[in-house]
């Protein structure tokens, strides 16, 4: 089972990946997660990540796509995966086509997580993350049980860099300029599926299992 999740920030990508491997078995492959655990360890690959990453740009595409793609290779993904924030150009959607194709393999659905731009702002504003294990929460609609914990693993929650006000439009605009038209590349591939991401995160999930027909 090989999926891709599509949506703009803030739509819930994160939150709803972390249950759609838990339910499958498959490997949460997260871009974002692992460029975070880059920059936060301080190699000098996290280095020339931030610099991307914090101005709200995107990573170039060959840097991702060996990232990324390299990580694919690894043994836990032999069965499946879920791919979250990769690929967000339509040259990494066809490096990653062009890899599978040379392997026989291919992918089962791209799930877009749909929602109106105006609700990404306070989407964003709201978000905070776990340091330790990159779990997401929100200020109002996905609150921690104790404030600034991670139900999962205890660590300690934080605003990232990058869901700053400032920040936030500048990857709107990327969004929708780059990563946007992927939406038309997998539906014209025949493996989209839509689903409506304004609710709750437990409405969403709802809908996103029925998607996914697990
Ligand atoms: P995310 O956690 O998915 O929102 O990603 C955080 C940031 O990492 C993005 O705003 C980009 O700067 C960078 N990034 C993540 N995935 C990609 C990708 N597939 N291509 C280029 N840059 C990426």
């Known amino acids: 089972m ?3 999740l599509l949506g703009p920030p803030g739509a819930g990508k994160g939150t709803q990946a972390k249950d759609v491997s838990e339910k499958l078995s498959v490997p949460h492959i997260s871009s974002g997660d692992i460029f975070r655990g880059e920059m936060n360890a301080g190699t ?7 610099e991307f990453v914090n101005a709200g740009q995107l990573v170039p595409d060959d840097l991702t796509t060996e990232i990324v793609v390299g990580r694919l290779s690894r043994d836990d993904c032999a069965s499946g995966y879920l791919l979250d924030g990769f690929p967000r150009t339509l040259a990494q959607a066809e490096s990653l086509d062009r890899e599978l194709g040379a392997k026989g393999q291919k992918l089962r659905v ?3 997580l749909d929602i109106a731009a105006e609700k990404i702002a306070d989407r964003m504003a709201g978000r905070r993350m776990c340091r330790q294990c990159g779990a997401s929460y929100h200020l109002v609609t996905l609150r921690p049980k104790a404030e600034g914990v991670c139900d999962r693993c205890g660590g300690e929650l934080y605003q990232r860099d990058d869901d700053k006000p400032e920040t ?3 990857r709107l605009d990327v969004y929708f300029r780059s990563t946007a038209p992927l939406v038309q590349y997998y539906q014209a591939k025949g493996i989209l599926k839509q689903v409506n991401a304004d609710g709750t995160p ?7 299992f029925a998607a996914l027909n697990v």
Do not use: M, W
């Open 44 to 50: 000098e690959l996290g280095k020339k990540l931030k």
């Open 202 to 208: 437990e409405e969403v999930r709802q809908r996103v």
């Open 2 to 4: 090989r999926i891709v």
């Open 110 to 112: 791209a799930l877009n």
């Open 168 to 170: 936030v439009k500048q």
